[in-house]
């Protein structure tokens, strides 16, 4: 029979140190295939993705991303995923587009933050007050317990709504905030970089997950070249996303400067207390399916 997992069903069965785990499990098998189709019309952009992982099953998600809906009272980002069985391509479940696009972006940053900040994080940076930005106050706290919070946003009074709802900081300007920061995480609309490398501290870690097409950037060269510097997927990121693909094309970086991905988990590992690391959260179908797959075995679990 096929499940259809809502977002309120999912909620109450997940933990995101969990979900992490279950991502990296998920990297131990063979190497997923995925295919993406993009479609763009002006600042509107369709996303119809597609992984299949042998021994795990198959997915297909379909995200629309419309930045104008909250005009309308809509959220910018909707969709629809779907999961199969792999061992007989049937419908397994429908699982809520927006509760595995939650648990897959924010655990996703997540395990890079395990496994590439110092323990120690005390000081996080959120830059982007929308529904991501909270997915990561939930996410972060679970392995940084003791952190404290600082949200900033180019609207202030989003900012500052954003705070007051989640119980933690705001500010206007955010060059101070990042020099003091153990952790900085953007995620933002952003097509021209407002992350300045000169601002990080040594021992930072940067998360970086707005960005999403070609011509997107949130971080400048300065930063990419001050870091060690991973992604979740090189096949995702390197040839798609501006973040790596404009300073690649330019000269700035060589695809060596990446580091690992995912793939090469034993190398997505902080070597020194000082050391900035920066990690691009590009998301991509197999991620996707991991997270739907270890949904449905929490929702049916016992």
């Not at 098998?29 to 763009?40: G, S, T």
């Not at 992982?53 to 629309?64: M, P, S, Y």
């Amino acid at each position: 029979m096929t499940r259809t997992i809502s977002f309120a069903e999912g909620e109450r069965r997940l933990d995101w140190l969990k979900l992490t785990d279950a991502i990296e499990v998920g990297h131990r098998l063979p190497k997923a295939e995925i295919a993406d189709v993009f479609l763009y019309r002006g600042r509107d952009t369709m996303l119809n993705r597609s992984a299949w992982i042998d021994g795990l099953g198959l997915l297909v998600k379909v995200a629309t991303i419309f930045p104008g809906n909250p005009d309308a009272g809509r959220a910018v980002v909707n969709g629809a995923a779907t999961l199969y069985h792999d061992d007989s391509g049937t419908l397994a479940a429908v699982v809520d587009f927006h509760l595995l696009t939650k648990w897959k972006t924010a655990g996703d940053s997540l395990l890079a933050a395990r496994r590439l900040a110092r323990p120690g994080s005390r000081e996080i940076v959120i830059a982007g007050a929308g529904t991501v930005g909270a997915s990561l106050v939930a996410a972060y706290s679970a392995v940084f317990p003791n952190a404290h919070f600082t949200v900033w946003n180019r609207t202030p009074a989003k900012a500052r709504g954003f705070a007051n709802a989640h119980g933690i900081d705001w500010t206007e300007d955010l060059e101070p905030a990042v020099r003091r920061a153990d952790i900085v995480a953007c995620a933002t609309m952003a097509t021209e970089p407002f992350l300045k490398g000169d601002w990080l501290r040594p021992g930072t870690h940067v998360d970086l997950i707005g960005a999403y097409r070609p011509d997107m950037r949130e971080a400048d060269d300065t930063a990419l070249q001050r870091a060690r510097v991973f992604v979740d997927s090189r096949d995702t990121t390197l040839g798609h996303i501006g973040e790596l693909k404009i300073p690649l094309e330019a000269g700035v970086l060589t695809p060596d400067h990446v580091i690992a991905d995912y793939y090469d988990m034993d190398r997505m590992t902080r070597t020194s207390d000082d050391e900035i690391t920066l990690f691009k959260n590009g998301g991509g179908a197999h991620l996707d399916l991991m997270v739907a797959r270890h949904i449905l075995d929490a929702v049916d679990a016992p």
